[in-house]
T-cell receptor, first 114, second 115 residues
Framework: QQQVKQSPQSLIVQKGGISIINCAYE??????FPWYQQFPGKGPALLIA?????SEKKEGRFTISFNKSAKQFSLHIMDSQPGDSATYFC?????????????FGQGTILTVHP | NAGVTQTPKFQVLKTGQSMTLQCAQD?????MYWYRQDPGMGLRLIYY???????DKGEVPNGYNVSRLNKREFSLRLESAAPSQTSVYFC??????????????FGDGTRLSIL
């Protein structure tokens, strides 16, 4: 059972454009929502993360928007660059004794054309 | 600082063969994890070890066994490989953070093909 659904599967954006990737979750016990970035041949690396007590978190060109009532969160990449071309995964986790057991979305392959 | 090191990077097996995937981290992390990555399915947790001496099943544990050899090393064993286990396997580690989530640091993966 996929508890975190991610869309789109692939995304093509022109340099300078905005990339938007969406995720929806079912488990209301989730309280930690990280995004990971993966380049070909490499392992995923943490990009940015948010907790549900805030609606938005920004780090440079990357912003997470969080809608607790809709059980949705999204990643916005402003001024997208060819170097941002990678696969992006959203994930979610509960706290307590389950922390560390991340549930990942299916992934989005982002291509930024120069 | 190497981070998380996985060996081998590539492996081809025949159905029924066994093998062990090795993982070591040098960040003094308490928790370690094994994931498999398949197209269109994201990463799925196979097993994890919250601390040295403990292991627990994740989402897809069938056909796998693990050993937390010490704080640094966490191995994944396929006893009788099946074509359905063809995948990219990632090991990760994280620092236990007193009930709060800590970033997981991933290795670069082992690409395993089973014929």
């Amino acid at each position: 059972q996929q508890q975190v659904k991610q869309s789109p599967q692939s995304l093509i954006v022109q340099k300078g454009g905005i990339s938007i990737i969406n995720c929806a979750y079912e488990n209301t016990a989730f309280d930690y929502f990280p995004w990971y970035q993966q380049f070909p041949g490499k392992g995923p690396a943490l990009l940015i993360a948010i907790r549900p007590d805030v609606s938005e978190k920004k780090e440079g060109r990357f912003t997470i928007s969080f809608n607790k009532s809709a059980k949705q969160f999204s990643l916005h990449i402003m001024d997208s660059q060819p170097g941002d071309s990678a696969t992006y995964f959203c994930a979610a986790n509960t706290g307590g004794t389950s922390y560390g057991k991340l549930t990942f979305g299916q992934g989005t392959i982002l291509t930024v054309h120069p | 600082n190497a981070g998380v090191t996985q060996t081998p990077k590539f492996q081809v097996l025949k159905t029924g063969q066994s093998m062990t995937l090795q993982c070591a981290q040098d960040m003094n992390h308490n928790s370690m994890y094994w994931y498999r990555q398949d197209p269109g399915m994201g990463l799925r947790l196979i097993y994890y070890s919250a601390s040295e001496g403990t292991t627990d099943k994740g989402e897809v544990p069938n056909g796998y066994n693990v050993s937390r050899l010490n704080k640094r090393e966490f191995s994944l064993r396929l006893e009788s490989a099946a074509p359905s286990q063809t995948s990219v396997y990632f090991c990760a580690s994280s620092r236990v953070g007193e009930g709060s989530n800590q970033p997981q640091h991933f290795g670069d993966g082992t690409r395993l093909s089973i014929l």
